[in-house]
């Protein structure tokens, strides 16, 4: 497989990525200072609190989306290490809030600049270890079960952050016109194929191979293909992608859709973008 046929981020980043980066770090301690007391505030403590957990480190990673969106960063290091730190700041003003929520619930006066010396702040985190933080089903957590807790709720707000500004340097960007290439999801549903076979003929553009595979009605069956195309502006930057999708129910019967990327982003000359949407077209009328 010739690494040149697939899209390859050019590692630029633009110089207005720094500045807003910085411009969001005060929404992420704000989303953070609302995450604490709603956490220390509602006494519930199980789904809900993961969810969230969840729901924080999903808008964290989307504030990271866009800032490197707009900051065009196509370098893989520059996106996770601006989403690390920024989910790393996030976390760090989680505690720092919900230190300050829990000193004062007990009527402490402990001011907030004191907590932002780290020394501090750890060391009320040590005894808040100790002696527990929440009640679940008559019992508190405390000592290794309490940080293994802890540990998980940092790799959700780190860890979401992270992964989805991965995507963001790995989206096709066009050089030429300077813009992230649009993304047609779905163009058309195909019956599940081969990775490898489906890597050679995309690489061949052989357009009548995926005709042959026939499209699909939607709603598609548990198993299928899904055809994704990126497409700039200037038609200098085409790609198109193949994902192995399978619609399945998890453990507590809620439907639950895995993807699985077969080819990703093999590059398309400009004349062959008409062709490929006009394969679409047709396959759509057949289904």
């Not at 964290?60 to 989306?65: D, I, P, Q």
């Not at 300050?100 to 009527?107: F, I, T």
């Not at 010396?117 to 270890?129: F, K, Q, R, S, T």
Request: aromatic letters at 10%; proline letters at 7%; one cysteine or more.
């Amino acid at each position: 497989m010739q690494a040149n046929r697939h899209y390859q981020p050019s590692g630029r980043v633009s110089p207005l990525a720094l500045p807003l980066i910085a411009l969001a770090l005060p929404a992420a301690a704000l989303l953070a200072a609302l995450y604490s007391y709603l956490t220390l505030y509602l006494p519930i403590v199980g789904y809900f609190t993961v969810l969230l957990t969840a729901g924080l480190g999903f808008v964290v990673g989307a504030l990271a989306v866009a800032v490197l969106q707009r900051g065009r960063a196509r370098s893989r290091l520059f996106a996770a290490v601006a989403s690390l730190g920024l989910g790393l700041f996030t976390l760090w003003a989680m505690w720092v809030t919900w230190g300050y929520a829990l000193l004062h619930q007990q009527d402490s006066e402990v001011p907030l600049v004191a907590l932002l010396w780290p020394p501090n702040l750890w060391e009320l985190i040590a005894v808040v270890n100790e002696k527990g933080a929440w009640s679940i089903k008559g019992a508190t957590p405390t000592g290794a079960i309490l940080w293994i807790f802890w540990a998980i709720e940092a790799a959700i707000l780190v860890g979401l952050p992270v992964v989805m500004g991965l995507t963001v340097a790995d989206a096709p960007y066009c050089e030429h016109c300077e813009s992230w290439c649009t993304h047609t999801k779905a163009l058309f549903l195909t019956p599940l194929v081969d990775k490898d076979l489906a890597a050679e003929r995309l690489e061949r553009r052989d357009f009548q191979w995926l005709e042959s595979l026939g499209s699909l009605e939607r709603p598609p069956p548990p198993k299928f293909t899904r055809w994704d195309l990126f497409e700039c502006g200037c038609r200098a930057t085409n790609a198109v992608s193949a994902i192995g999708i399978e619609v399945g129910v998890d453990d507590q019967g809620k439907q639950k859709v895995t993807e699985s990327p077969l080819v990703q982003t093999v590059l398309l000359a400009p004349d062959a973008v008409p062709a490929f949407r006009s394969l679409a077209h047709r396959m759509e009328v057949q289904a």
